[in-house]
C-alpha cells in the first residue's frame, strides 16, 4: 500500500477528496503536483495538496495518472493558498487558481516555445543577397527580420512579422544561415529597452545604513520579520529596497518588489534592472500568456532571482525566497475586488512567515493599520524624514476657493494664484504638474431648466460626460451612449456639462496657455502599451511643459524640473462615506505634493479647495504625519474601526431588490446567531451605490477583534443557504472600500 493523496479538484467545492496511491505512482505523487482522479462519472484534473501514509478512508478510489514531474505549486505557496481560503472565505480552488494563473497552468505541460538564432558568420554562404531575395522572398524577409533584431527571436513572432512559413525557416536551417532551438530564452517584455548594465550600489547615508543594518542581518538569518520604511517621497527608500535585495542574493536567496500597478512603469523596472539586469523577471498585467510563462519558468529556474510586479507578483515562484518588498504598502490597488479578495501587503507578510523571509514595506504616507503596528512594536521602524542632498520639502499653500469665488464674483476652477505661478514658473522654462481626480470631461449631465441628471439605467450613479460633452459613460460599468440633444424628462435644450474633470481641465489649460504642451495622463488618455512610456517621455524631455492627471501621475515620478503641483480639487475624496476618506486623501495630497522640487530647484505645491480647514489637508500642507496618525487612530479607536477592531463586509447583490433585501435581512440574523456577542453586526443597509450593473445590494458590517472566527461563521451561514434566482454574496475581509 502507497499510502493516500488528499485532493482538491479543479472546481468550486470548497472541499478535498482522498485518493489512493497506485504502487507505480508512489515517488510521482507529491504535495503540489497535478493528478488526474476520478470523481463521479467523469476524470478530472486536481491538486495534491497533502501526501498521508497508511490506509485511506475505505472506499477511495485510486489517482489515475500524475501530470506534473516536478510540482507546479511548491508546498508553500499551497499553505499560502491555504491561509488565503481560511482567511478570506473563499473555496480553496479559488486560492489556488489566484496563485496559479491559467495562462501558467495551461503552460505548464506545453512544450517550450521555439526560438531563432542567426548565424552572422554564415550568412556569406547563401551567395548574394539579391539572388536570394528574387529566388526564395520568404527567406529574405526573415533574415532582414534578424538582421534588424538584437538577439534571438522566438519563431511565431518572426514569422508573423516576416509573413513567411515555417518551411522558409527550416530552409534557412538546412542552409545553416540560422539555429532553431526549444529552450526558456528570455524575452524583454519591454521590447526595445537598451540592454542594461549592472549599475554599482549608491554610498548609503546613515539613515538609510541604519535600516540596512538590520534587513542585512534578518535577510542573512533567514528570520521572518517586518519592517516599515517611512520616509518621504524621495528619501531614498528604493536605495535601500536595491541594497537589501543584494543582501538577499549574496545570501543565495530570492527577492519579490511589489509596486502598485499604476507605477509598474519603465522608470521604475528600469531601476530594478540597472542594477541587477537579466536577474529580474517583470511581472505585469499587460504580459501576453506566453510571456508571463517565460518569466515563470526563468523564476522556477532561478534564472531570474527577483520579481518586480504588481499585486499578484506576491505569488511569485522564487525558490528560497530571502526578501519580500512593498513599495507604497498603504495604496488600495493591492487589495483585489473579486474573489479571492485578498490584500497584497497582507499575503506578503503571510508568505514572509512562511518562508522565513523580511518583509520590508515602504511608504511616504503609511496605512494608519501599518502605522498602527510599528507604533505598538510589531513591526520594526524606520524613518528617512529628509530628501536626499537635503532638498528641502517643496513648500506647501492651501487656497480656499470658496474665498477665491467671493473675491472674484465667480466661480473658477483656477484661482489667481495658481494661474499666477504657473506663469511664473513655465515662463522660467520650468515644468507644472496638475492633478485632478476625476477622469473625463465633467461628472455629470445636468438640465439647467429642470435640474434632470442623466443617470446610468444599470447603476444608481450618474453618467459622466466624456470628449467635450459628446459621450456618456458610466464609470462603474462602462455603459455609455451619446449626449442627448435634449433635456429627457423636459425637453429643454439648455444642458449644461457642470464641474471638472480631466478632459475638460485639458481643454482650460490648453486655452489658458496656448504656447505650451500639454500632456494628459488618466486611464483614458493611457491605452496603448506605450502610451504611458511616450507621454512620461516628452515630459522628461521638456517637450510637454504642463502634465495633467488623475493618480496616475501622483506616484514614483521623478522629474527636476517640475516645480510646481497645483491639485486642482482636494475635496474630490474627503466626503465619500467611507471611514478612510481623511486618510486617503492625507496619501493622495502628500504624495503629489512630492512631485515638486525633485531637482536643483526649490517646489511649490499649491492645494485648492473647499475644505480648508480640514485636518487631512492641513497635515499634508505642514507634513505633520505624527499629527495627522495621532488624531486619526484616536478617531478609529472611538468609532471602532480598524486597525482597533477589524471588519467583514458581506454585500448581497441581485436584480430583484426585495429579494435581495430580505436575504440581506435573513443573513444578518443568522450571522448574529453564529457569532459571540462581541461581534457587531451592522446592517444590514443599502450598499452607498445601491445599483450596480442592474444588481441591487445591500451590505452587512460585521466588527470584530479578529477576521478569522468572523469569515469562518458567514462561510458556514452562507453555505447552509440556498438563495434563489440570481442572488449573489460577496464577503470581503478587511475591505478597503466600503463602497
Ligand atoms: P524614494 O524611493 O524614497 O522616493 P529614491 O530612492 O527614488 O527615493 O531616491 C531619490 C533620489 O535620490 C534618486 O535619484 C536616487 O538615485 C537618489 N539617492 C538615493 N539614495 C542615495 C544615496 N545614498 N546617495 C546619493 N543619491 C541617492
Ligand atoms: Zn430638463
Ligand atoms: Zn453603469
Known sequence: MAGYATVVLDINVDRAFDYRIPEPLAGAVRPGVRVVVPFRSRRMVGYVVAVGEGEPRAGARPIASVRDETPIIGERLLSLAGWMASYYGCPLPTAIAAILPAGIRRGAGAKMPLFVRLRRDRL???????????????????????????????????????????AALRSLERKGAVELRRARVWRD????????????????????????ARLREEVRAGRFSVTLLHGVTGSGKTEVYLQAIAAALAAG???????????????????????????????????????????????????????VGARSAVFAPIPDLGLIVVDEEHE????????????????????????????????????????????????????????????????????????????????????RRLLGAM???????????????????????????????????????????????????????????????????????????????????????????????????????????????????????????????????AKGLHFPNVTLVGVICADTALHLPDFRASEYTFQILTQVAGRAGRGERAGEVIIQTYAPGHPAILAARDGDDELFYRREIGFREELGYPPLKRLVLVTVKGRNGEAVKWIARHCAREFAGALPPAVDVLGPAPSPVQKVRGRYRWQIVLKGEAVPPMTAAVGAVLGRLRPGGDVQFAVDADPVSML
Open 332 to 415: 488600495r490597488s493591492y487589495k483585489q475586488e473579486d474573489a479571492p479578495r485578498y490584500h497584497a501587503r497582507d499575503a506578503a507578510i503571510t508568505r514572509g512567515s512562511l518562508e522565513g523571509a523580511a518583509v520590508l514595506l515602504g511608504s511616504a504616507t503609511p496605512s494608519v493599520e501599518s502605522y498602527w503596528n510599528a507604533a505598538a512594536g510589531r513591526y520594526a521602524l524606520f524613518r528617512l524624514p529628509r530628501r536626499i542632498d537635503d532638498r528641502p520639502m517643496p513648500r506647501v499653500a492651501i487656497v480656499d476657493m470658496q474665498e477665491e469665488g467671493r473675491r472674484t464674483g465667480r466661480t473658477t476652477f483656477f484661482s
Open 423 to 553: 506663469e511664473e514658473r513655465l515662463g522660467r522654462g520650468e515644468q507644472v504638474i496638475l492633478f485632478l481626480n476625476r477622469r473625463g470631461f465633467s461628472p455629470l449631465m445636468l438640465c439647467r431648466r429642470c435640474g434632470w441628471v442623466e443617470k446610468c439605467p444599470h447603476c444608481s450613479v450618474s453618467l459622466t460626460s466624456h470628449g467635450a460633452g459628446e459621450t456618456l459613460i458610466c464609470h462603474l460599468c462602462g455603459f455609455s451612449r451619446g449626449a442627448p440633444a435634449r433635456c429627457p424628462s423636459c425637453g429643454s435644450p439648455n444642458l449644461r456639462f457642470p464641474g471638472l474633470g480631466t478632459q475638460k481641465l485639458e481643454a482650460m489649460v490648453s486655452r489658458l496657455f496656448p504656447e505650451r504642451r500639454v500632456g494628459r495622463m488618466d486611464t483614458d488618455a493611457m491605452t496603448g502599451r506605450h502610451a504611458h512610456a511616450e507621454t512620461l517621455g516628452a515630459f522628461g524631455r521638456g517637450e510637454i511643459q504642463i502634465l495633467l492627471g488623475t493618480q496616475m501621475i
Open 124 to 166: 556569406d554562404g547563401l551567395g548574394p543577397p539579391d539572388g536570394l531575395r528574387a529566388r526564395a522572398p520568404a527567406q529574405a524577409r526573415i533574415l532582414d527580420r534578424l538582421l534588424e533584431g538584437e538577439g534571438p527571436a522566438e519563431a511565431s513572432v518572426l514569422l508573423r512579422r516576416a509573413g513567411a512559413a515555417h
Open 253 to 307: 536567496r530570492g527577492a519579490i518588489v511589489l509596486v502598485p500597478e499604476i507605477s509598474l512603469t519603465p522608470q521604475t523596472v528600469g531601476r530594478f534592472r540597472e542594477r541587477f539586469g537579466r536577474g529580474v523577471a517583470v511581472l505585469h498585467s499587460r504580459l501576453s500568456a506566453g510571456e508571463r510563462f517565460v518569466e515563470w519558468e526563468r523564476m522556477r529556474a532561478r534564472e531570474a532571482r527577483i520579481a
Open 189 to 212: 517584455p519591454w521590447e526595445g529597452a537598451p540592454p542594461p548594465a549592472a549599475a554599482p550600489h549608491l554610498p548609503t547615508t546613515p539613515e538609510q545604513e541604519r535600516a540596512l
